[in-house]
């Protein structure tokens, strides 16, 4: 018989104002082997931790039970805090009377009582407990980041720097990202190729760093400090090692109307291309769904101009594995497609663009080298409407329901920089709210009203009209003077809510890493963890996890590298010990395990065993590396035997837990 | 193909020509309409009140005789398709509004939204097919540049109507090609013609009217094309700044189909 | 005119005018602002507020097209036009506010005229 103690928490207000902790310390110190039951404020402070180690060397007790909040909080501190005493920490069980209690119920009766029955099942969980000792796993000293934006890059160098291998694995040919596209950068205004692409230098030359460009991750198996991956490195027909980025295949590939995606589609690239002049790596890439050769083998111009012989139109996709200890999501986001939005009329008129792309016709080197000209008619716009929160904060289905944060700082500075470069061009932008919360931000704001005349109106625009003569006739409200506008204007920008790559959810899929119903990546905790997946050994880079600007994405990518660099420079792991384990008794060769293992972490053998009248027989058996497994219990529920359990989670022990609840 | 046939009101004194025309050109297409031999008023305007029950119920009694036939249920008149698919989504998820209209209306079954109602143009595009109209026009359109109008009732609101992009609308333009013609696209197609405010503020609905004949007269359009009689009303009567036509979309295609005489 | 409660335009309309986040799209797509003397916006605002009075004895009630735009464009889903029409409702259901008469018809009408037109008026304009 255990001898078990009881030790409510308060969790201050958290939980003793909907459940009465005296009441549930008291009903539960008349359960079956429990000697001691008490309460306290705060159970994870010091004092309480206290409380329980004095309890458990003044009473001898065996097993510890905490009311308290959820396990995923403070398990770890408990069994800490026990084996302190000399409790083995898997003698704890912990019952959720917070989360699952507290805070979901308003009335204190039913609250306690709840409490009560949940306090029961864990004490009859205890009485089966058994010590567990965790094995432990090696770490492979190297870490994938996926997805080579500020955030990958800014990850990599900072992983590079502390002296462990790193790999990027970038979808495009270059890596950069969106960032690539933006002209300038708020609040300082500061070019962004300049601060970029010095960066993605420094990653190409790294010898730490490797960068697996026009490659995607297919598969991943494993677990924290021991992934394998499968890469898959498209054929880009080019051989990388040969070809010298001298451009000259991009200048005599007769295909010319493939639309540019750098400048998303407002010019035309090659056939043969690289996507732009600081490309890393600075090599070619063939589009086989426009290259003529690829298509019908009648061409071959950019092979016969290549003198360094690296084109090779036979070239293949190619599967590679690789080991990691850490992996790293920096998989970034996109602006939404505006379909949902033709009141904007985005797909009627060539004049109504988006914020990025206007960031290309303000960039000198975009398709109008610079220059701000309507796409329609390379006329100059001498009025320009800007429109916020297109598709974000949108509730009605058609958009996204969050605030995609970096809208209003840039539109600020679109407008600021087309007042100070064209004077004579009026600027109107309608916002719901203006959102500068950031260093030097709203003075960035303001100055573009104050400094710049830009005209801010409260209100949001309606519907945009294309006119016969080429106007857009812009429909909206001016809430401040409670007035309907209408604006003759010439150029209308839309400030379009961004989302996740639609790479996150495959890839989230791959990692069994969690996300949120608008496919952002889900952080182990929201305010304490916030760069680090709930699946160990995963972590979060930029703005997969979330909307934010350049600042705050470089700033994660950091936090995001020093999480890998503190698992990478342990040498070994410490293994969760509740792991499945197969009575071979019991084992029926099914194979049903092997199947449902996601880790794969099941293997069968055949293995010899005495049978009654000295006889043997071979059978065939399953069994778990240990080291693998992640104590996920899919095995369990799969084995029609009844062989396969999982330490600390045992079938018995959770009928013992549900008996106790029904009782 | 056979469909159960709504004309309401209108189409029996007013728009005459919308109805005859619809059914020639059904005919000529290989199309039964079995006009439903009970059918009631919709009502001219669906009341957005919830607590609104019995000025709802005749398109409701329309709606389940159309259940009765089994076959789905085609509207003409923009306005009673509007009514019609508004009512039938209310009876299929406002679990209120259906339980007091089947209590008002003792039915022998109760009736909740089974119905199908799809507008002719619907029926045009997805059962007939635009592909196979073309193939059977015999006189088209050629040269021909028709704007057409969805006005506000074909298409909105839209998570009920499901006809086709309120803001982006397709399917008239796609039917006008058919016919051999060439659409006209302009930014007041689907933006609203003052509808019945014409009996209590003329001025208002020659406003909108005006906004509408000349947008489409300004991007290049010979004429305009409507399923909507009040539609047509205010745009001939109220759009007095242009002298822009207005034809309803079924006179143009008994043209085009050689049926129209 | 007896008293009209907030509540009972609320549930006569269906709407959460909480959701409502003031962005003015309403306003801005409506066919009739001009002729209104309060507009959807402040529609749906006054009766968040319990303003009811002005928004009763307004003409603004009348203006509406019931043309679904701000309904369609709305982007928190709120349906201003169905604010309106509980409004509108809550006066015409009182004894005495018809605002058109059957005896004034034939004064309104032309020989093109289709009766879809009086019947959606007298929806609309009379109890």
Redesign the interface.
């Known amino acids: 018989m255990q001898r078990i103690g009881v030790f409510v928490c308060w969790c201050g207000s958290n939980i003793a104002a909907t459940v009465d902790v005296e009441a549930v310390s008291e009903a539960l110190k008349s359960e079956p082997g429990v000697v001691f039951s008490t309460n306290y404020q705060y159970m994870c402070s010091e004092a309480g931790q206290n409380m329980i180690k004095d309890a458990i060397k003044e009473h001898n007790l065996t097993g510890v039970v905490i009311c308290s909040c959820s396990p995923r909080m403070h398990e770890a501190t408990f069994r800490k805090t026990v084996q302190g005493a000399g409790i083995n920490p898997y003698m704890v069980e912990i019952a959720n009377i917070r989360e699952q209690c507290s805070w979901i119920h308003k009335d204190k009766q039913t609250g306690t009582e709840k409490a009560i029955i949940l306090g029961k099942a864990a004490i009859a969980k205890v009485h089966l407990n058994a010590p567990l000792t965790a094995g432990e796993s090696p770490v492979v000293k190297r870490a994938l980041v996926i997805g080579g934006g500020i955030a990958g890059i800014q990850t990599a160098l900072d992983i590079a720097e502390a002296g462990f291998d790193v790999d990027i694995v970038e979808t495009k040919p270059t890596i950069g990202g969106k960032m690539t596209q933006i002209d300038k950068t708020f609040p300082t205004l500061d070019c962004a190729a300049c601060i970029l692409t010095p960066k993605m230098v420094d990653c190409a030359q790294n010898e730490k760093i490797h960068i697996y460009s026009y490659s995607e991750v297919t598969a991943v198996k494993g677990f924290v400090g021991n992934f394998t991956v499968s890469i898959k490195k498209k054929a880009r027909y080019v051989d990388t090692t040969k070809c010298t980025g001298c451009g000259v295949c991009t200048e005599k590939c007769p295909v010319k109307n493939v639309p540019n995606e750098f400048n998303l589609g407002m010019n035309n690239r090659r056939a043969i291309y690289i996507p732009f002049a600081q490309a890393v790596p600075k090599v070619a890439t063939i589009d086989a769904d426009y290259c003529n050769m690829l298509k019908n083998g009648k061409c071959g111009v950019c092979s016969k101009v290549c003198t360094a012989g690296a084109i090779d139109y036979k070239q293949q996709d190619e599967i590679i594995e690789e080991k990691y200890g850490a992996i790293v999501a920096a998989t970034g986001f996109n602006p939404i497609k505006l379909d949902n939005f033709d009141e904007f009329a985005y797909s009627q008129s060539k004049d109504v663009i988006t914020s990025l792309e206007f960031e290309r016709l303000t960039n000198a080197a975009g398709p109008t080298s610079g220059q701000l000209l309507r796409p329609s008619d390379g006329k100059h716009p001498h009025t320009i409407v800007f429109v916020q929160c297109v598709g974000s904060r949108d509730t009605s289905g058609c958009g996204k329901p969050y605030c995609s944060k970096i809208c209003c700082m840039y539109t600020a500075k679109h407008a600021m920089l087309t007042r100070e470069k064209y004077p004579d061009t009026d600027v109107y932008v309608f916002y719901i709210d203006v959102r500068t919360p950031g260093k030097n931000f709203d003075e960035f704001y303001r100055r573009a009203v104050e400094d710049y005349n830009v005209h801010y109106i409260k209100g949001m625009v309606g519907k945009v009209a294309p006119r016969a003569d080429g106007t857009l006739d812009v429909q909206a409200s001016d809430l401040i003077s409670n007035e309907q506008l209408h604006i003759s204007a010439d150029l209308v920008v839309l400030a379009a809510a961004i989302e996740p790559d639609k790479s996150a959810r495959p890839l989230a899929t791959m990692l069994t890493a969690s996300m949120d119903t608008n496919d952002f990546f889900t952080e182990a905790h929201a305010k304490l963890r916030p760069v680090e997946s709930p699946t160990a050994g995963v972590f979060l880079s930029g703005t997969c996890q979330g909307p934010k600007d350049i600042p705050e994405t470089v700033s994660q990518a950091s936090a995001a590298a020093a999480k890998v660099i503190g698992l990478l420079c342990k040498d070994k792991l410490t293994c969760n010990p509740c792991v499945a384990h197969s009575d071979e008794m019991l084992c029926n060769g099914c194979s049903s395990c092997e199947k449902v293992c996601p880790y794969g972490a099941i293997t069968y053998s055949d293995k010899e065993f005495r049978m009654p009248d000295r006889t043997t027989a071979i059978r065939r058996v399953a069994a778990v590396n240990e080291a693998v497994c992640q104590g996920c219990g899919a095995c369990t529920v799969a084995c029609p035997s009844g062989a396969m359990d999982l330490k600390g989670f045992s079938n018995k022990q959770i009928m013992a837990e549900v008996d106790a609840i029904c009782k | 193909m056979t469909f159960s046939y709504y004309p309401?009101?209108?189409l029996k004194?007013?728009?005459k020509d919308l109805d005859r025309y619809g059914r020639k050109a059904a005919e000529a297409l290989g199309v039964t309409l079995e006009e439903l031999p009970d059918w009631q008023?919709c009502?001219?305007?669906f009341?957005?009140?919830?607590?609104?029950i019995a000025?709802k119920l005749s398109a409701v009694r329309s709606l389940a005789s159309a259940k009765d036939k089994g076959n789905d249920l085609v509207t003409l008149?923009s306005?009673c398709h509007n009514v019609l698919k508004q009512t039938n989504d209310a009876m299929k998820n406002d679990p209120d509004f259906s339980a007091k209209a089947n209590n008002y209306m003792k039915l022998d079954v109760p009736y909740n939204g089974e119905t199908n109602v799809i507008h002719y143009l619907e029926m045009l595009r997805d059962r007939v097919g635009f592909d196979k109209i073309a193939e059977k026009v015999t006189n088209p359109l050629t040269g021909k540049k028709i704007a057409a109008y969805y006005g506000?009732?074909l298409l909105?609101?839209?998570?009920v109507m499901q006809m086709d992009?309120?803001?982006?609308p397709t399917i008239i333009e796609d039917f006008i090609r058919a016919i051999g013609a060439e659409p006209v696209?302009y930014?007041?197609r689907n933006?609203?013609c003052?509808?019945?405010?014409?009996?209590?503020?003329k001025a208002?609905a020659k406003k909108?009217s005006n906004k509408v004949a000349s947008?489409a007269a300004?991007?290049?359009a010979d004429m305009i094309i409507t399923a909507c009689?009040?539609c047509?009303?205010n745009l001939?009567?109220n759009a007095d700044e242009s002298d822009i036509p207005v034809y309803y979309f079924t006179e143009l295609l008994a043209e085009a189909l050689g049926v129209k005489d | 005119m007896s008293k009209v409660t907030k509540e009972q335009v609320l549930r006569s309309s269906g709407v959460n005018v909480l959701k409502c986040m003031r962005c003015g799209k309403c306003s801005a797509t409506c066919p009739s602002y001009d002729e209104m003397e309060y507009h959807p916006h402040q529609f749906v605002y006054m009766v968040e507020k319990g303003d009811l009075e002005p928004l009763l004895n307004s003409d603004s009630i009348y203006k509406c097209l019931s043309c679904y735009a701000c309904v369609e464009r709305c982007p928190r889903g709120v349906e201003p036009a169905k604010v309106v029409e509980g409004i509108r409702n809550a006066v015409l259901r009182q004894s005495g506010m018809n605002h058109i008469k059957a005896e004034n018809i034939p004064d309104m009408l032309d020989e093109d005229l289709p009766q879809q037109a009086i019947v959606s008026a007298f929806r609309k304009y009379k109890r």
Do not use: Q
């Open positions: 309401g009101c209108t004194t007013k728009a008023c009502g001219g305007t009341s957005m009140s919830k607590d609104e000025s008149c306005a506000c009732l909105r609101p839209g998570k992009n309120p803001e982006n696209v930014p007041y933006e609203c003052g509808g019945y405010v014409t009996m209590e503020d208002l909108k947008s300004e991007n290049g009689p009040l047509l009303y001939n009567k």
